[in-house]
């Protein structure tokens, strides 16, 4: 038998492992393995929270009367006494005896009424009665409560306007207790204001004659106003202290002061909401806080006020607290429904408008006018404003020097938009000086947008 043996040469050999090789190679192409887990923590979310502030009032006018509004005479005040000092001054916290309280305010009062404790402290009962028995309006007074981070109480759903008197005479004064409560959050608060309008509406025989009187609107430096914090009760007491106390164009003035209005401090410390440390005093949240907006007439002739008016908005605005330093982030003013005044300008305050109808038989009154939004006014009077009538109307002719501007309506109008020396907001079609020629009793025109012949008939007036 003969042995053979297995002999490679050094190319086989290299060859063999070439193979070997190669077939390692092809089969790591085809496998892996690793070793794994994995953990899962589910229902995960982000929630912001909320900021929500809710809104009620109590508003109250007198007129010196101890039992007004008709409470009989049994249910009056006793002991009311009235302010004697130098005419157009009013008494201080230093005039008041131990067992008085001021009204309006103790720092500024024109009547006193006390129940002559025997322990010499006043009897806040007495204030209270008179207070409710001067009340004329209210909405939400008390009632204010979160619900699921939302406020029960808007001021959209309030009766407005809050402040509407038409006889004030000097003597008189009032104040709203406005009551507010931030769900959810903690928050710094401000008390916004803003003046509308201030007219003169003509001059009386006395008020022209009176030597205060003057250029502009008296109205605004003699009513004086006052603002606090307060405990809810409608008057001064304890360690109340007025932000305010001026005439009510100064204390205005001073709610516009940046446009976000006066600060109120809160209850809590800042850093117990989280805010910034050293700023003010936050406002808690899911509690009832209030403020008081008091103003009154000094005793005085007053003559230079007659038949003079203001409109004007208060509001409140909030912010978080947590945060923030409480220096305000919102730089618009408070405006209104509708618009913004200042967002349109007119040149000359408006004497009159006139609201016009395609036939004589046709009817259309002016309404609401206490709710015209005055969007610009100089010291005379409205420049710009909003306009309501209860049935359309298909022109309106405005009066302001020697001018006349009419707005023309062709599919009718209810409300509108009008700004001496100025087009239409609304696109509508606007002829200048066209009624010039025609008499202030029929100043509706006699032509129509397009200068074609057509009559117009005045329905309704409203002079300013």
Known sequence: MVDKQFQLSRRKALAALGTIGAASAGA????????????????????????????????????????????????????????????????????????????????????????????????????????????????????????????????????????????????????????????????????NGELRNASENGLTEPEADDPDEGPGVELLDVVKAAVWVDDGNNFQNGDETPLAVGSIGEVLGMLNEETLGTALNGDIPVEEGGGAAGARNCFSAETEHSFVFAWWVPVDHGNEIQTDTATFDLGLYAEQCRHNDGSGMNDEPIGGPGGEPGDIEGTQSISFLAACVDAPDETASFIDQNEWIVYDSDEDGPTATEWRTDNPITALTVKYAQKYTTYYYPDGATSGIVATGADDPDGNPVTTNVTQDRPANDPCPNVDAQGNQKEYYQADKYEY
Not at 32 to 45: H, K, P, R
């Open 28 to 191: 790591g192409l085809g496998t892996s393995a690793y070793f794994s887990d994995q953990e899962t923590f589910e229902n995960n979310s982000l929630t912001a929270g909320t900021l929500d502030m809710g809104v009620g009032y109590s508003a109250h006018y007198s007129d010196w009367m101890p039992n007004a509004n008709g409470v009989p005479e049994d249910e009056g005040v006793p002991n009311v006494r009235m302010w004697d000092g130098p005419a157009g001054t009013t008494g201080g916290p230093g005039d008041l005896e131990p067992d008085e309280v001021g009204l309006p305010a103790n720092a500024a009062w024109l009547i006193a009424v006390s129940d002559d404790t025997d322990d010499g402290t006043p009897d806040t009962a007495i204030a209270e009665q008179f207070l409710e028995n001067t009340e004329y309006q209210s909405f939400n007074d008390g009632a204010l409560d979160c619900v699921d981070g939302a406020a029960n109480s808007q001021a959209d759903d309030a009766e407005r306007p809050v402040i509407e008197l038409d006889d004030v005479k000097p003597g008189d004064f009032g104040e709203v207790t406005f009551d507010f409560i931030l769900c959810d959050n903690p928050g710094f608060v401000w008390l």
